[in-house]
């Protein structure tokens, strides 16, 4: 029996739609089935659209260690999806990863894979000793591998993702970011996403890994830069570090390509930002600082990296644009569907026919996502409607206190959880109104 | 000391009540000088102390407004500094109420907070939860002091000492005899033993965590440099200074309760015994239990979510007074739990750590 999947176009479209709905835990299952396939086949293009999602599951998908994975994994934040790549991007398409995968495959002599297998069995990626010690096997022999057939030309008869050129290209600066490929690596691994990382702790080995791509060529520290940004501009002044690095440079090639990274940075942006859909199905906490992270990052790029060029200015605007219609469409859905709606329900019945206090736990966790996102977008600029939403919110609680029982009663909703809402989304002198003199 | 940044704001927005904090706050004499952690859940006012000054009862604030140092302010006018949550009011009005101060005080009143649903229902959960394991572990441990009286074995000590801890038990009034007391006497002696054995055994449970978190943010100051550890480095000591004194104060407890006949007899001739003792390992632990379930959110979340809970650890620790100090190398010991100036930093704005007070507070 074949490994390899095969789904016809309309079974795909409807898994691809139903995952691109699931909560965490069902993508999970389903990652781990087709991570447990020998071929993936077709099924590998059903996780596609929510990979970007993976990052933010981090607790609850834990990807198993492989070849390819570890070949990615430094370059990890300069992957995009091949249809938000264009021509002269610093940034990679994933579509070129297979190939890249095998090609690198090659390179590594089959005594070594075999060790590499071995030391990757049962792994994940989580497990930073031994993606370094496999990668520490992978990184210089692809990077070799990489380096000579962008000069030379990839072998005949290999099917070629996109125009040979391209690949080339590709290849190239693939080759020559890898040659940074173990303190990248220990880098990422050391700071995942979704855990903003102490700036000071960080910045000495940020400020050497500039230092050391500058050194490598203007390439690598374009794209390492690329990388740094993505993953660090929304702990401190990474734009700065890498100036620093580059005027420090002996030739003016670090200086010049760090604008087109910065470039990149800004053009894709807005590709980069976390979507209303996928930000609905994590956990309410998550939302809330994928949100202040993603607002942080809007925020120092505007500082850092300076809107002088009308470009980079639009991009910018582009950023924010999209920010704020995220929170235009994540926070009054959060309040009525996650908030209300529930809440409405629990009043009219029981806390027992609702899930119990647990659940009034998770409806306390969406109010206090959706006032801290009101107050990340606070940042970006006036977003008075949404305050409007949470006063609205607030409002409509205190007028179910009204019928509410005094306290906080084992079976039912009390208007001491009412209030405890309407200070999370309006302050604590609105909910002491709710609790009246009695406070 | 120089006045900290927040303390002149607070003096040009006229609360005169304010002011910067003495020494004292943060390096102090005594327990009643440092004062008890306050469960409080607005940001602000997050791991702040409360403790009675010369002045009347007051907060102590660390890094208030993002500055160094300790600020000071009268419990009274806490709301005049930063809105407090309704959890807060509640807590403030009632410690202003509490005849005198101590950890096991505190924690008496946030827990009737937490009953109240002030705090959300996990942490009326938890208050509830954890006011049943008390109730649960005194009534076991009376029931394991009248069994060790009366001469059974402990194994025989799971009866109900509901059924049988009266003044009219056989144990106790063996023991009323032996010791020369009226037997309602010993039993209200045996209750408060056995109430302070199941507080100590409690405390008890911290410190193999306390000894694990110092070991463990020691390893990983190690791996950092000289200026990236200073606040790991700073929690590893204090957390491992703060398990010495604690192991030490519990030592001569769990001694003296091994051996309930001669413990009844001597909390029969010392009314302080042992209910002092085990307030005083109360006093050291204060705080830390927030602290280490604040480690373990972050356990294995990546080097940036650890850093950052040593960071907020660092910041909200509470010093150990010089009054522990019986030796040259205590006195050393407890100075690692002392910082004369802590720099700006976020920590105690940590989001986590609020969470953790909201619901350990019980």
């Known amino acids: 029996m074949s490994g390899c999947v095969r789904l016809d176009r309309r079974t795909l479209a409807d898994l691809r739609q139903r995952l691109a709905r699931a909560r965490p835990e069902a993508i999970r299952d389903v990652v781990a089935l087709i991570d447990r396939l020998p071929e993936r086949g077709e099924a590998d293009a059903l996780i596609a659209p929510i990979r970007p999602r993976f990052a933010l599951m981090r607790n609850v998908i834990r990807r198993p260690a492989s070849f390819g994975r570890v070949l990615a994994h430094p370059i990890e934040e300069l992957l995009v999806p091949p249809d938000a790549w264009r021509r002269g991007s610093l940034s990679l398409p994933r579509s070129v990863m297979p190939t890249a995968i095998a090609l690198a495959a090659e390179a590594v002599p089959d005594e070594t894979r075999h060790a590499i297998a071995a030391r990757l069995d049962k792994a994940t990626m989580d497990d930073a000793a031994a993606v370094q010690a496999a990668g520490a096997a992978i990184w210089p022999l692809a990077a070799a591998r990489f380096t000579t057939l962008a000069a030379e030309g990839v072998p005949p008869g290999l099917a070629l993702p996109m125009r040979a050129a391209d690949l080339r290209g590709l290849l190239g600066a693939l080759g020559e970011t890898l040659r940074l490929a173990a303190p990248l690596a220990a880098l990422m691994s050391g700071t995942p996403r979704g855990a903003v990382p102490v700036w000071e702790q960080i910045e000495p080995r940020l400020r050497d890994l500039a230092a050391m791509a500058a050194d490598v060529s203007g390439e690598c520290f374009a794209r390492t830069g690329l990388a740094l940004m993505r993953r660090f501009m929304v702990a401190g002044p990474v734009v700065g570090l890498l100036r620093e690095a580059a005027s420090r440079a002996p030739s003016g090639e670090a200086e010049r390509k760090l604008g087109a990274a910065l470039d990149t940075f800004l053009t894709e942006l807005p590709a980069q930002l976390p979507d209303a859909a996928a930000l609905a199905l994590l956990p309410h906490p998550v939302q809330q600082s994928v949100v202040a992270d993603a607002v942080a990052t809007v925020e120092r790029a505007a500082g850092e990296i300076g809107t002088a060029q009308g470009e980079r200015r639009d991009n910018l605007r582009e950023g924010q644009a999209q920010l704020a219609a995220l929170l235009r469409r994540r926070v009054p859905e959060c309040l009525s569907a996650e908030l209300l709606a529930p809440l409405a329900r629990m009043h009219a019945t029981s806390l027992d026919e609702h899930g119990g206090p647990a659940s009034l736990e998770g409806i306390e966790a969406a109010a206090r996502a959706a006032a801290a996102m009101v107050n990340a977008g606070r940042r970006l600029g006036p977003v008075d409607d949404l305050g409007l939403a949470l006063r609205r919110a607030a409002d409509t609680i205190a007028a179910l206190a009204a019928s509410a029982p005094q306290g906080a009663p084992a079976d039912r909703l009390g208007r001491t959880d009412l209030a405890r809402l309407v200070e999370i989304l309006a302050g604590p002198d609105a909910a002491a109104r709710v609790l009246g003199p009695a406070l | ?362």
């Open chain 2, 1 to 362: 000391m120089a006045m900290p940044a927040f303390a002149r704001q607070i003096e040009a927005a006229k609360l005169p009540a304010t002011r910067p904090g003495s020494d004292a706050a943060l390096s102090p004499s005594t327990f009643r000088e440092r004062g008890v952690v306050l469960p409080a859940t607005t940001p602000a006012f997050a791991f702040a102390r409360v403790r009675d000054g010369a002045q009347g009862r007051e907060l102590v604030l660390r890094n208030a407004g993002g500055s160094g140092g300790a600020v000071l302010i009268p419990l009274a006018a806490a709301a005049d500094y930063a809105r407090p949550t309704l959890h807060d009011r509640t807590l403030f009005a009632d410690i202003a109420c509490l005849p005198r101060l101590s950890p096991a005080h505190v924690a008496a009143v946030a827990r009737a907070a937490a009953r109240a649903g002030l705090a959300g229902r996990a942490a009326l959960a938890a208050a509830g939860m954890a006011a049943e394991a008390e109730a649960k572990a005194a009534s076991g441990a009376l029931g394991a002091i009248l069994a060790a009286l009366a001469g059974r074995p402990s194994a025989e000590a799971e009866e109900d000492p509901k059924c049988v801890a009266t003044s009219s038990h056989p144990a106790i009034t063996a023991a009323a005899a032996a010791l020369g007391h009226p037997p309602e006497t010993v039993l209200a002696a045996a209750a408060e033993l056995a109430a302070a054995a199941a507080l100590a055994d409690r405390l008890a449970h911290l410190l193999p965590e306390l000894r694990v978190f110092a070991t463990t943010a020691g390893d990983a100051a190690a791996r950092l440099t000289d200026a990236q550890a200073k606040e790991t480095r700073f929690a590893a000591a204090a957390a491992a200074a703060t398990a010495g004194f604690a192991a030490t104060a519990l030592a001569g407890l769990t001694d003296a309760f091994a051996a309930p006949e001669r413990a009844l007899a001597r909390a029969l001739a010392d009314q302080s015994w042992p209910g002092e003792a085990v307030a005083r390992a109360g006093w050291i632990l204060d705080g830390w239990q927030a602290l280490i379930a604040r480690w373990h959110d972050a356990e294995g979340q990546g080097q940036g979510a650890e850093q950052r809970a040593f960071r907020a650890i660092a910041a909200a620790l509470p010093p150990l007074p010089a009054e522990l100090a019986c030796t040259e190398a205590d006195n050393a010991a407890l100075r690692a739990t002392w910082r004369s100036e802590i720099a700006a930093q976020p920590g105690l704005n940590d989001q986590a750590l609020l969470e953790r007070l909201r619901v350990a507070a019980p």
